[in-house]
């Protein structure tokens, strides 16, 4: 029996452009097609965040790719989509996005026990200086990280 691997989509733009200060593993409403293009990783969340209207949380600008097989019942790639939280995380949330000028972003989309979950993250935007500042620090650790195998290879 042939196990496939279902993909974890990532969102490696988030990291780059915002300091990420809590995270949460919510659910989302898809449609049948769109499940399918989502096994198939055919996502882009670059541009993608979450807005709160009326006590619902939203995923706004989440490009999920048509399913090619679904033809004419296809769902329309640029809609919103219903994140499913509690009532309470979707009240601090939008507090935190209201008061302390905090962006939702989502991080991840990846299927668990046969659903897709989200994992998305309050976010603060980086300034070009942190940026630098995180570029840098990355390519030490990568030095590091040669150096550290480089010696244990002699």
Not at 24 to 41: D, H, N, T, Y
Not at 70 to 87: E, G, P, Q, V
Not at 88 to 95: C, D, G, L, V, Y
Not at 134 to 146: G, L, P
Request: proline share 1%.
């Amino acid at each position: 029996m042939k196990v496939h691997k279902l993909p974890e989509i990532e969102n490696r733009k988030a990291r780059h452009n915002y300091f990420i200060e809590d995270t949460l593993e919510v659910g989302i409403m898809l449609a049948g097609s769109e499940v399918k293009s989502v096994r198939a990783a055919r996502v882009q969340m670059g541009d993608a965040h979450v807005e709160f209207h009326k006590d619902e949380a939203w995923l706004e600008s989440c490009h999920i790719d048509e399913f090619q097989m679904a033809n004419r019942w296809n769902h329309d790639i640029h809609r919103r989509r219903k994140l499913l939280m509690h009532k309470r995380e979707i009240a601090q949330w939008s507090n935190a996005v209201d008061r302390k000028g905090y962006t939702i972003i989502p991080l991840k989309m990846y299927f668990k026990d046969g659903k897709v979950k989200v994992e998305i993250g309050m976010c603060k935007g980086k300034a070009e200086h942190d940026k630098r500042q995180t570029k840098i620090e990355q390519e030490h650790k990568r030095e590091m990280d040669r150096a550290m195998k480089d010696a244990l290879h002699r």
